[in-house]
């Protein structure tokens, strides 16, 4: 269980990710995803058909019921009359109407944690409503290859638009701006004078949804013509991806395969599901057989259920208790160590052509046989752990990093125990190369500890200062490279 100062970072976190979702710019692709069942994916790859669907069988109440519009023009004393008008426009306004819906795709235009978060395919809910509850399939589709598809076959419909939804809070009536005139309607037809009205107004008629559906990210295809039938679009040469379900049943592997004979470049993948988080993986057919997981071995410790689940409560309890104290204990060299890797800090900012960052981390500077353990867990105890880094970025990024980082642990007896570390990794295609160029570690008692926190950060300048020479080398901005300081 984790501690009040695990859980408020956590918490910290988690607000970090939010706000850098809201405040990213997010760009669309030119791919669209469709949502569908394994045998319904099978059947449009076979026949190389999208079907449209007639627009009362979508499913938000604005287009389901009729949204008649404003009549102008003598009435007359006839009411059957004007309601006789509306359901005769109703007829090819709406249920005339046939849509295909599509899910747009997007990626931030900056570097942020979750990319994958707007994605075409990453939507819990469209998985669950029309995926088959992550069982079924999800097509990526080439939005230009489909459009094009669209309008070829759509040229026998009377009208053929398309185009993202935009999502509404609310919508008092369908205000167009516009009247039907019960003059033309007599001149020209109820069926002729629908149409126009439909084409003048499409964008406010077909393309506004409620913002309950905003999470289905629609890109729509509509169609009006004279059939209350499905229609169809040719999709063979659009489709460029197949995304099984993370729940893909084995026995409908069969069925995608044999429906995929007709799509040798359609790339396959399979939605991967780990920690709250969806990302795509390669699929090949038939796939490789799940590995055997061991039987979890039984608790070191005797006793019931309820006894050891209490004694590891105690346990975290304890901790949490010797962890305020510890950290009451660390405070003044913790600042003064702080204060040393800031000055670091800035020292590091003014070598040219890099980028510089810093951070609370331990990950790395203590060895991971020295790390903190969970409570109760055997071994070393350590009752706090903390520390900070500052890493130099050799431009342009994600290339050859530079680090120097130092950290203190609170062991028993008031004891503390100091490290430090300078390290450089060399980012490449085959893999990230790491040495440690220099590592130092002390314990002190705690009234030795701020002069020896001192002491640890004149021994990080020093080494940080030397390691540049190697740093440089390896970057090419240094003539001469010691012996011994070049990366694996």
């Known amino acids: 269980m984790p501690s009040d100062h695990e859980q408020d970072r956590a918490l910290t976190y988690e607000s970090y990710s939010e706000l850098e979702m809201a405040a990213t710019q997010w760009t669309p692709t030119e791919d669209l995803f469709h949502y569908t069942s394994a045998q319904a994916a099978a059947a449009m790859l ?3 058909k999208l079907r449209l669907s007639p627009y009362p069988r979508t499913n938000d109440l604005w287009e389901t019921e009729p949204h008649p ?21 109703d007829r090819h306004l709406r249920l005339h109407t046939k849509v295909g819906c ?18 075409g395919w990453s939507h819990l809910a469209l998985w669950s409503h029309y995926g088959d509850k992550y069982g079924g399939v999800c097509l990526r589709v080439d939005q230009g290859r489909l459009i094009e598809s669209f309008l070829r076959d759509s040229e026998q419909a009377t009208f053929a638009f398309h185009g993202p939804v935009r999502y509404l809070n609310s919508q008092n009536g369908l205000f167009t701006g516009s009247h039907i005139d019960l003059g033309q309607v007599a001149e020209f037809g109820a069926d002729a004078v629908a149409l126009a009205y439909a084409e003048a107004n499409k964008d406010l008629l077909f393309f506004r949804k409620h913002r309950d559906w905003s999470y289905e990210s629609e890109y729509r295809l509509v169609v009006l013509n004279q059939s209350s039938d499905y229609d169809f ?6 489709v460029t991806g197949v995304i099984l379900g993370n729940r ?68 975290e309890t304890k901790a949490a ?28 900012r003014l070598w040219p052509g890099v980028e510089v960052s810093s951070s609370p981390s331990t990950a790395g500077t203590v060895p991971e046989e020295m790390r903190a353990r969970r409570p109760g867990v055997p071994g070393e ?47 490449h ?22 002069a020896a926190v001192i002491a640890l950060l004149h021994a990080l300048t020093t080494a940080a200062d030397e390691a540049r020479v190697a740093f440089d080398r390896v970057r090419g901005t240094s003539p001469e490279e010691p012996p011994g300081t070049e990366l694996p």
Request: with cysteine.
């Open 321 to 348: 208790s010797n962890w305020q104290d510890a950290e009451a204990l660390a405070h003044t060299p913790l600042k003064q160590l702080q204060a040393g890797i800031s000055a670091l800090e800035s020292q590091l």
């Open 248 to 315: 893909f049943p084995s026995k409908d592997l069969r069925v995608i395969e044999a429906a995929l004979e007709d799509y040798p470049d359609v790339e396959v993948q399979q939605l991967h599901y780990h920690q709250r988080r969806l990302s795509c993986v390669p699929f090949d057919f038939p796939p490789p057989a799940q590995p055997a997981f061991a039987q979890t071995p039984p608790a070191r410790r005797d006793g019931s259920l309820a006894e050891r689940l209490l004694a590891l409560q105690n346990a």
């Open 429 to 450: 295609e085959g893999g990230n190369d790491r040495k440690e160029v220099w590592r130092d570690q002390r314990e002190v008692v705690a009234s030795d500890a701020l």
């Open 381 to 427: 105890t350590i009752h706090y752990q903390r520390g900070f880094q500052c890493v130099v970025e050799h431009l342009p990024l994600h290339s050859l990093t530079f680090s120097a980082s130092a950290a203190i642990q609170v062991l028993d007896g008031e004891r503390l125990r100091l490290h430090a570390l300078v390290a450089m990794e060399h980012w």
């Open 69 to 89: 519009p404003g009549l102008s023009g003598p009435q007359g004393e006839d009411l059957n009359a004007t309601f006789a008008v509306w359901d005769e426009l």
């Open 233 to 238: 679009i040719d999709i063979r040469d659009a």
């Open 102 to 119: 599509l899910t747009r795709d997007f990626v931030p235009a900056a570097d942020i944690t979750n990319r994958d978060a707007a994605r």
């Open 46 to 48: 076979t026949t190389g």
